[in-house]
């Protein structure tokens, strides 16, 4: 003979699940979001880095073209080492909520000096 339920034992089982797995599962969500945008940062800091690199290897200011392309808040270095030009830009990304710690992401580009062109 099976057990069989009768109607208002198990009442209130749902109510319990969900306050136990919502907060779980926000944090998910919270953790995701921070994740796509960490990455979309990385992208654009690596685009930036690029532009920054392949500026200074022309003789141009390399800080001031990636700063067209730099996320808000990133720091540009662009450095010169034998015939190679090193572009760094780090920028910081937050978390959705304002009191979190804040994440930093960086990207490199390395371009090689273009021939006859000064060092800026």
């Known amino acids: 003979m099976t057990g069989r339920r009768w109607a208002g034992r198990d009442r209130g089982s749902f109510s319990a699940e969900l306050a136990a797995g919502l907060p779980a599962l926000l944090l998910l969500l919270f953790v995701g979001l921070t994740a796509v945008n960490a990455v979309g940062t990385k992208g654009s800091c690596l685009h930036a880095a690029r532009e920054a690199a392949l500026a ?4 141009e200011d390399g800080a001031t073209a990636a700063g067209h392309s730099s996320p808000s808040g990133a720091e540009v270095s662009v450095r010169t080492d034998g015939g190679l030009v090193h572009a760094t830009v780090r920028a910081p990304v937050s978390a959705l909520g304002t009191r ?9 580009a390395v371009a090689a000096l273009e021939p006859g062109s000064t060092v800026p």
């Open 100 to 108: 979190l710690p804040r994440m930093t992401v960086t990207a490199t």
């Open 56 to 59: 200074a290897a022309r003789g």
